[in-house]
């Protein structure tokens, strides 16, 4: 494949495959005059993989690039693979020690995580984003310590148990892998765009019960 | 309260809150003086709701302006006021028609809904964003259709319903929809965060169960 088919295929400008090729988020292809190469079908599903983290996931170039060479590391289990994709998810600013104002929040995480059972690392991203989320309700005045959170835990709880349970074993070790951070990417996507239809749903179905008169007598 | 205690206590600096001031964000406060002003508890805690809205939900201050807007009208329903939150969350690229690339997954999104009874609109920012999960899916060689969402789907109907069970019904309007608008943003991060966690220790139950020597016989 020319650079120009590539482009033509994935429906991303050539320039952007450049950029791609310049940061190191595509392989080289095989030189076939100056300033010319070919390209391969991986190539192509390569720029779909570094898309779809992009546009669907909202990667930054940099988290995409921990992805990529997660997938391409051999040594690296399943599991730290996903931990990979959880990272690169993560938003910047939560890497490191929390602020001071999270300090409790963090911990009080911390006892829910350690009450639900769950084997969690201490440095995993989405410890600080639920700290977080939780000072803010506190913040905003809501008398509420973690444990708000529960329904939520059990729910997400059940769907990764199953979601786990459909992560394919045929193929390649790195098609695996990939299904792995896809799956962690576009299905947490998915499942943010749904809990919003949901919403919508049942509030319309709650406001249309409240509207409806009294059937006459 | 002067303009250095709203700083103080909600921990934001004095540009930010005259920032705020200036977006309109922010209601003027009291004049006492020339560049002075007396301002209200009710400013100290519409500067943790902007804080929450950019910091937690990631909007940008134009859909904070329209979320603020919402919850001071008050011929919105709070169905309404919902909605204004959901095209708050969206990503700016999904208002309008959906591209072209797009056109198929969004018909098959549609069908989806349909099926599953739920009462959406069809101008929902959540229907393109599924769509656009789905149709990554498909450029990954996935072949699935939107029913590969079906287990998600089920998971934040329950979810929803009980959500909107919550709300609380005490209190004066604008609080209402202040606790519809944040439960809708917060409780979307801490639900994500949630997922990355259950996946986390799902991942390293099953992996520890793998790696567990079968017992001495």
């Known amino acids: 494949l020319k650079i120009s088919e590539l482009s033509q295929r994935?429906?991303?400008?050539?320039?952007?495959?450049k950029y791609y090729l310049r940061e190191g988020l595509l392989p080289a292809g095989r030189p076939t005059a100056v300033n010319q190469a070919d390209y391969a079908p991986s190539h192509l599903e390569r720029i779909r993989l570094v898309t779809t983290l992009v546009d669907v996931g909202g990667l930054s170039i940099d988290a995409v690039k921990r992805v990529v060479a997660a997938i391409e590391d051999d040594s690296l289990t399943l599991h730290n693979a996903l931990g990979v994709a959880h990272h690169a998810l993560a938003p910047p600013?939560?890497?490191?020690?929390?602020?001071?104002?999270?300090?409790?929040?963090?911990?009080?995480?911390?006892?829910?995580?350690?009450?639900?059972?769950?084997?969690?690392?201490?440095?995993?991203?989405?410890?600080?984003?639920?700290?977080?989320?939780?000072?803010?309700?506190?913040?905003?005045?809501?008398?509420?310590?973690?444990?708000v959170f529960s329904r939520y835990a059990q729910?997400?709880?059940?769907?990764?148990?199953?979601?786990?349970?459909?992560?394919?074993?045929?193929?390649?070790?790195?098609q695996v892998v990939q299904s792995v951070v896809v799956g962690t990417v576009v299905f947490e996507r998915a499942l943010v765009a749904l809990r919003r239809l949901a919403q919508e749903h049942q509030s319309a179905i709650k406001q249309l019960r409240i509207a409806l008169p009294e059937p006459p007598s």
Chains 1, 2 share one sequence.
Do not use: M, Y
Request: glycine share 8%.
């Open 10 to 17: 994935s429906g991303r400008p050539v320039a952007t495959i």
């Open 93 to 147: 600013q939560s890497a490191g020690e929390p602020a001071a104002d999270l300090v409790d929040a963090v911990r009080d995480v911390d006892r829910f995580l350690a009450g639900l059972g769950w084997r969690t690392k201490p440095e995993a991203p989405a410890r600080t984003e639920l700290a977080r989320a939780l000072a803010s309700l506190q913040q905003l005045g809501w008398q509420v310590d973690a444990t």
């Open 155 to 174: 729910t997400v709880d059940d769907l990764a148990e199953w979601e786990l349970d459909q992560t394919p074993t045929d193929g390649s070790r790195s």
